[in-house]
């Protein structure tokens, strides 16, 4: 099983700020098979970031994602209010599907 | 647009079983596959297996089988996950997601959750 290690583990921000998040995998993920997702309060999961680096359909392009075999990144270049949330990172390259532990995006 | 809408919540005793729906539309159902995934409070997210609304196919989490069962009803569009000798870990938020319809297991989009409590 792939362990997804995700840090840190809270990241305090401002508006207006960047966020960098981390994504270490156990053993090589293909960059073609590694997520990101974020999760607001009270919500559902929201795919952010699928093959590392393609944006989901509707994300706004303040949201990046970056990296390969055991690294990944998801950048988000300018917070906005509603960007402070939990994000995931996942693999789907080999099963079973392992999730990150998440980070927490909290405003400072 | 495309939706997935899951049942209600459920309180079950340790030992019990419950089963939970996810009604799709939006899509043919058909050509996706789909995955649950649960959430203990507090807690990160936790892939349980997939099923294919093609062909029923299934693709389990180690650490369930046995314990899950997972299947579809075309005719209405509605995938199931039923979950069997419940224990008070067992406690969580469960998510139905659809795959990307051509075997890759990243999810979008997915229900609303359904928390399943299991107490004595």
């Known amino acids: 099983e792939i362990v997804l290690t995700q840090s840190p583990g809270t990241l305090s921000l401002s508006p207006g700020e960047r966020a960098t998040l981390s994504c270490r995998a156990s053993q090589s993920v293909s960059s073609t098979y590694l997520a990101w997702y974020q999760q607001r309060p009270g919500q559902a999961p929201r795919l952010l970031i699928y093959g590392a680096s393609s944006r989901a359909t509707g994300i706004p392009d303040r949201f990046s994602g970056s990296g390969s075999g055991t690294d990944f990144t998801l950048t988000i270049s300018r917070l906005e209010p509603e960007d402070f949330a939990v994000y995931y990172c996942q693999q789907y390259g080999s099963s079973p599907l392992t999730f990150g532990g998440g980070t927490k995006v909290e405003i400072k | 647009q495309v939706q997935l809408v899951q049942s209600g919540a459920e309180v079950k005793k340790p030992g019990a079983s419950v089963k939970v729906s996810c009604k799709a539309s939006?899509?043919?159902?058909?050509?996706?596959?789909i995955s649950w995934v649960r959430q203990a409070p507090g807690q990160g997210l936790e892939w349980m297996g997939w099923?294919?609304?093609?062909?029923?196919?299934?693709n389990y989490a180690q650490k369930l089988q046995g314990r899950v069962t997972m299947t579809t009803d075309t005719i209405t569009s509605t995938a199931y996950m039923e979950l069997r000798s419940l224990r008070s870990d067992d406690t969580a938020v469960y998510y139905c997601?659809?795959?990307?319809?051509?075997?890759?297991?990243?999810?979008?989009?997915w229900g609303q959750g359904t928390l399943v409590s299991v107490s004595s």
């Open positions: 939006g899509y043919t159902f058909i050509s996706y596959g």
């Open positions: 997601a659809r795959d990307d319809g051509s075997g890759s297991y990243r999810f979008d989009p």
């Open positions: 099923i294919s609304a093609y062909n029923g196919n299934t």
